[in-house]
């Protein structure tokens, strides 16, 4: 674990010493954070998941979002991308870049948030980086999975004929958001405070790990937005994907939101373009497909069929039978 | 790969595909930068070393540094903890906060600097994220290595009786701090120019790799600084460092610097804590020692003896045979 900025004293020493230290006890692969790397013996028969995803006060969070739900979301958004490879948690590294606003309450309640995820999810912290900065708070992890050797699920399986498959609900991501801004003045305090919190802190789909890397064929975290991540799979699968918006899963906030929408298909459009979702969408035989959802049910997990694998390139998205035009990153208006 | 935040634009997916992708080529591990995560496999026989240090924009480098000099200076920090460790160089992955005055020209410097040191130290781009940001440019790097199995240097082996030895010389980076911004104008501009060059572009000592794996009992590199990291040393191997400011290996530069100081022990004092060196300080018994110096010779490579472990705790520092007072970041003046 590296240490402070030349000159800036011994803030972040203390740091490390008091606050993040305990959160590798009980992983000798740290070394205590008391060294320059952490050291992870080779596990015959299994394969290393390494992801890392970063996080930005002002874009990725805002500014006035308390600091272990940042952390908890900083975990999950990593832990997400683990689920959708079917690969086990394990690990984590940790770089942070803190503005002088960031005192010992705020990095004391950061490290709690850390430590009730980590504990939940199974996870240590092995290393990382911390140091100041003169910008927003800047997050980066780095996190490690395993999984069977050769079992990890690209996104480049996905086959003609398989169907295409989304955990949870779709759009809750974009809406929340848009609930934790001030926005959404139409719905009910009840519908907004449930979607700022999903914007807040989502929930990775880690009770489906088992299911999808024994049955999917290609699987992506739903991040970037639905159809951006289907995308992803058709583009390293070499096929085209065909996603119904009719089937769409919505939470029922999204559906009220839905409900009071001028244009069903733009909503919809809009919902599966959005991003932060933090869902796994993923491709699978038919009889593969009937064993996730049978899985995914008795794991509490809802996995519904939105779509379907076909030769080609590209996604295409549907709404009552017509073709919506969308571009690989959102909706294209117009 | 991650791609863009919602709403941004397809930017950062261009930037993958056009600059990133190609430095992932000859590792397919890396799955093309196409997936949610890379995977790699056991190597029985072998420890993976994982470390992660990041670098912000008015921190640790100036905004005005040509940004491939930034990108190698990243590189180059991870890979000097790496060979601190006895690693040899594998992969890494890179997180990047890009603010908007950075565009296609200036990522693709960035890059440049990237294929440039890869290719020099024998490193491949295997996955990360890329998003935006309101504020510095701030970067990520996750570095990974291999060595055999339970070789790697940790900073806890140090023993009472052995000798620290440090590579190459001291101070240059604190130096070069000051003559990157403009300092230092009593020097001659060669000097200043060096070792403004110095700071911009570490050395890491990746061609002391194998003699630090074989003969040193501890070792770290040179980021905080000579005395606090020799104190990270002492700590982690619960004895006592003393170091003698008098032995320091010195740059020409640094010598022309230390000459016209008023006062020799708080000058020798202030290139010990200065940091940003990216050399290493190790121990080693004495016999390891002389195997390291002489190795260190065939490689081109000067290591210097500077002290010696004793029973106790913490780290001394010795000038002109007085005991100079630091604390554990740097000098304590007074």
Redesign the interface.
Known sequence: M??????R??DE?DAIERLLRPLSEGAPEA??L?????????????????????M?E???FLPEDPLDLVARKLLRVNLS??A??G?DPYAY?????WPARCGWPERTLFVQGLRQDQELYGLKL????T??????L?L?L?I??W?P?GA?V???GARAGDLVLVSGTIGD??LG?KAAQGGLQDLDGAATAWLADRYRLPQPRVGLIQAVRSHASAA??V???LA?DAG?IA??SGVALTLDLDRLPLSPAAQAWLSIQPERAAALAQLAT???DYEIVLTASPVGAQHLIEEGRQAGRVLTEIGKVAAGQGVRVTCAGKELAL????WRHG
């Open positions: 590296r240490g402070p900025d030349p000159g004293g011994v020493f070394l205590g008391l060294d320059d790397a952490a050291v992870i013996s080779a596990r015959p028969g299994f394969d290393l998941v390494v992801s890392k995803d970063a930005v002002g874009v990725h991308d683990l959708a490879k690969a590294l940790l770089a942070a870049a092995i290393g990382g980086d140091s100041s900065t003169p910008g927003p800047t980066s780095t490690l999975g999984t050797a990890m690209r996104r480049s991501g974009l958001l992506a975290d991040s970037d937005g951006a992803h583009e390293a959005g991003g932060d571009d690989r990153t959102g």
